[in-house]
């Protein structure tokens, strides 16, 4: 595959323009603060922890649930 001049210079400026527009969207972003990051962190850790025990409460009362019922 032969690449000529004015393909590749198409290419570079095409990846260039890309970046330009990219770095101008990452411009308009409001990224939240340092405490808003901290507060959703916190959330998500408790919602981990909650489903974790929910999931693990279930899990153990339907193991005992079976034992039971295949012990008889």
Do not use: G, H
């Amino acid at each position: 595959m032969v690449v000529t001049v004015p393909a590749m210079k198409e290419s570079i400026d095409s990846a260039r323009t890309f970046l330009q527009e990219a770095r101008a969207e990452f411009r308009k972003v409001q990224w939240p603060s340092r405490s808003e990051v901290r507060a959703a962190t916190l959330v998500v850790i408790a919602l981990v922890v909650l489903v974790t025990l929910y999931l693990f409460a279930v899990d153990w009362i339907l193991s005992w649930f079976f034992q039971m019922f295949i012990e008889r």
